[in-house]
């Protein structure tokens, strides 16, 4: 067949006003199998994605939008779905960066925790997990001695349970509030915040635990050694109840605090004893943990009192050590004041004197030259 044949049969005579579409050799579909009853919704639909697009003009310039219109924000829609799945992956997202912020702590790189914690912070959206993410932020200032900075978390996480009215949220924040009123000298500040605590407690042993302690430390610090004996009572009961080594370490650290104060040296050897004993049987991971360092620093100051210079020098040696490793300037600026104490027991002025300026150089607290300098006197 010849190319001439072919352009003789005329297969190419389509009208001008005719499209070539790719349905054009195929057959009609039955009418009555596939019914089109809302063709007038598609006629719509089409002219109005038209209008949005920028094709052609619309007659009723004041009618509603494309979208709220003819429901493509609906649950079912597409872009519904694309907005559910995008929270959904932010949600996973900040779920693993808590996780790795965890490990990091864990691994003693609190820097990188943070840094990874704050990022989370960030992208998540739900309230319950920005919470978690300020009780983990805030933790780590505290640990780290910044607690004007734990403070301000603590104050975000109040808004969240307030939010949300959750008395067990409010309950944590407020005694995250106190202990970090206690460290910063605001006692009666601390003790509104435990006994709002108190009130908001919904049956967590643990907490409650906490609480008693943080007033037995604020009791310890305004002088009423008996109702901090109470409170320490109390929380050594809850401690035993529930098997909370760490609370029962924090129990035995403040105990041994308060015979020190009250010159009964002995039992604030025993009571460190038994502290430094429970910080050595935690797992190998926490012990560059602040109870770890808090027990090291009062095995220290007990040996001072009783004359045991050498053994005391050690353990503050390791928990100045363990303190620059974490960061934790607090714990520093003690270890440093009872460094100083025992080379001024040892008559050692020059070394006593670099103390000195090293607690100088922390820029901490004031209170930390007083009692560097009479603290060890009302023993005399």
Same mark, same amino acid.
């Given at each position: 067949m010849s190319w001439e044949s072919i352009a003789s049969k005329d297969l190419l005579s389509i009208p001008q006003s005719q499209n070539l579409?790719?349905? #054009?050799?195929?057959?009609?579909? /039955?009418?009555?199998?596939? !019914? !089109?009853?809302?063709?007038? /919704? $598609?006629?719509?639909?089409?002219?109005?994605?038209? %209008? =949005?697009?920028g094709y052609g003009s619309s007659p009723d310039a004041g009618s509603r939008s494309l979208w709220t219109g003819q429901g493509l924000l609906r649950s079912g829609s597409v872009i519904s779905c694309f907005l559910a799945c995008q929270r959904s992956l932010r949600q996973y997202i900040a779920k693993r960066k808590i996780e790795r912020g965890l490990r990091l702590y864990e691994q003693n790189n609190q820097t990188a925790a943070v840094r990874t914690w704050r990022s989370a912070l960030k992208g998540t959206c739900r309230r319950e997990d920005c919470f978690q993410l300020l009780g983990y932020l805030y933790q780590a200032h505290m640990d780290w001695g910044k607690f004007r900075e734990a403070i301000e978390f603590g104050h975000q996480q109040l808004g969240i349970s307030e939010e $949300? /009215?959750?008395?067990?949220? *409010?309950?944590? &924040?407020? $005694?995250?509030?106190? *202990?970090? #009123?206690?460290?910063?000298?605001? !006692?009666? %500040?601390?003790?509104?915040?435990? %006994? #709002?605590?108190?009130?908001?407690? +919904?049956? &967590? @042993? +643990?907490?409650?635990?906490? =609480?008693?302690? &943080?007033?037995?430390?604020?009791?310890?610090?305004?002088?009423?050694?008996?109702?901090? $004996?109470?409170?320490?009572?109390?929380?050594? @009961?809850?401690?035993?109840?529930?098997? /909370?080594?760490?609370?029962? !370490?924090?129990?035995? =650290?403040?105990?041994?605090?308060?015979?020190?104060?009250?010159?009964d040296n002995n039992k604030s050897a025993t009571y460190a004893s038994k502290a430094y004993d429970l910080s050595r049987s935690l797992q190998l991971g926490d012990l560059n943990? +602040?109870? #770890?360092r808090a027990a090291l620093l009062r095995m220290a100051a007990s040996l001072r009192k009783q004359g045991e210079l050498g053994d005391a020098q050690d353990y503050c040696k390791e928990a100045t050590k363990l303190s620059l490793i974490s960061g934790d300037q607090a714990t520093y600026t003690r270890s440093v004041r009872v460094m100083g104490d025992i080379y001024r027991k040892k008559m050692d002025i020059d070394v006593c004197t670099k103390n000195v300026h090293g607690l100088y150089a922390t820029q901490f607290s004031p209170l930390s030259f007083v009692l560097f300098y009479f603290g060890d006197y009302r023993e005399l």
């Open positions: 579409s790719a349905t #054009h050799l195929l057959a009609s579909p /039955d009418g009555s199998r596939y !019914l !089109l009853g809302n063709s007038n /919704d $598609l006629c719509q639909l089409d002219e109005s994605y038209s %209008r =949005v697009a $949300l /009215d959750s008395p067990n949220m *409010r309950a944590e &924040t407020y $005694l995250n509030l106190s *202990r970090a #009123h206690a460290s910063l000298g605001g !006692l009666e %500040r601390a003790l509104s915040y435990a %006994r #709002h605590s108190l009130y908001n407690e +919904c049956g &967590t @042993k +643990c907490r409650s635990g906490l =609480v008693h302690l &943080t007033v037995a430390r604020v009791y310890l610090e305004m002088g009423g050694f008996s109702r901090a $004996l109470e409170g320490l009572q109390g929380a050594h @009961k809850i401690a035993i109840a529930i098997g /909370d080594p760490s609370l029962e !370490l924090q129990v035995y =650290v403040a105990l041994s605090e308060l015979f020190g104060r009250l010159q943990s +602040c109870h #770890h």
